[in-house]
């Protein structure tokens, strides 16, 4: 099936630093989204994302998170800066505008 | 605020058994219910999804939906080892872009 890759698969930062979070969606798809997990807690959605725009997000969101996809490239999340409560699996998912959401494996971001 | 829960948190079955997997919303203007299946370490895959009350079967898996009651189940029929996994259930709202609500997850176990 449709495959989503995440880069990298695991990342520890100190805090206050900056990190991006790398995600390749399906060739063709047009809906982007990243959700957290926090160890132990259901998944839960940051922000979705369509035509070079943030469409929705939720409170988790922050004011030090932003997404974007240049020219086609990745899909990324930059936290800038980086906060203790944002150790988590950042899930990056994809769609072509049908109904199923595709998601990567994650990536585990530990700051320390 | 969307809360979805699953049961039962984890069940261990032996191969050939019927499983079933429940998940409660509380959003009742819900439109999109899905399953995904996750292996540990790797990306939650969509299962099935549902839109309309009733049942829908695919190979050994059948969706059942009920609106009025809040609740879907996945019913997995001649349980295989390969099937363990953590099964996540998904519920949204309105469009393609809205966001979706995960359960926490019921693990599930089947032994040889």
């Known amino acids: 099936g449709p495959k989503v890759l995440q880069i990298p698969s695991h990342q520890i930062i100190d805090m206050g630093q900056m990190v991006t979070l790398n995600c390749d969606p399906v060739?063709?798809?047009?809906?982007f989204y990243w959700y957290k997990q926090i160890l132990g807690q259901q998944m839960e959605f940051l922000v979705n994302?369509?035509?070079?725009?943030?469409?929705?997000k939720s409170k988790l969101f922050k004011d030090q998170f932003s997404v974007e996809r240049p020219d086609g490239s990745y899909f990324t999340l930059k936290i800038q800066p980086t906060a203790l409560e944002d150790s988590a699996v950042y899930f990056c998912?994809?769609?072509?505008?049908?109904?199923?959401?595709?998601f990567g494996p994650g990536t585990r971001l530990l700051v320390l | 605020q969307q809360k979805v829960q699953q049961s039962p948190e984890s069940l261990i079955v032996p191969e050939g058994a019927m499983t079933s997997l429940n998940c409660t919303f509380s959003?009742?203007?819900?439109?999109?219910f899905a399953w995904y299946r996750q292996h540990s370490g790797k990306a939650p895959k969509a299962l099935m999804s549902?839109?309309?009350?009733g049942e829908k079967e695919e190979g050994r898996f059948t969706i059942h939906l009920n609106k009025a009651s809040l609740h879907f189940s996945l019913h997995i029929r001649d349980s295989q080892p390969s099937d363990s996994a953590l099964y996540l259930c998904?519920?949204?709202?309105?469009?393609?872009?809205?966001?979706?609500?995960f359960g926490a997850g019921t693990q599930l176990i089947v032994i040889p």
């Open positions: 998912a994809s769609s072509l505008g049908e109904d199923t959401q595709y």
């Open positions: 549902i839109f309309s009350n």
């Open positions: 959003d009742s203007a819900s439109q999109y």
């Open positions: 994302f369509y035509n070079g725009k943030v469409m929705e």
């Open positions: 998904a519920v949204r709202r309105g469009s393609a872009l809205g966001r979706l609500h």
């Open positions: 060739s063709n798809h047009l809906y």
